[in-house]
């Protein structure tokens, strides 16, 4: 993101990024006074209702080989965000 943003290739139009997280449109009562911290594996597994359905999901979708197509070649799951 930062090679993009220093070097965009119209300088008048710059790209930004921003990540916003809004729990309360799937988590309404979400308090949001507390600190939230899950890691990315957590947080997938709930995605997609449970360890089996993340599973399916990932063989569905070959998310290990389009990862490492991409130059991604080990994908931190246990990272906490």
Do not use: C
């Amino acid at each position: 993101m930062d090679y993009v943003m220093d070097n965009p290739i119209d300088p008048k139009r710059v790209l930004s990024f921003s990540v916003v997280r809004v729990p309360f449109f799937l988590e309404p009562h979400y308090d949001e006074t507390k600190p939230f911290i899950e890691s990315n594996r957590e947080r997938l597994v709930k995605k997609w209702g449970g360890k089996r359905g993340w599973e399916q999901q990932k063989r569905r979708h070959d998310l290990k080989g389009r990862g490492e197509a991409a130059g991604i070649p080990q994908f931190n799951l246990d990272r906490l965000a």
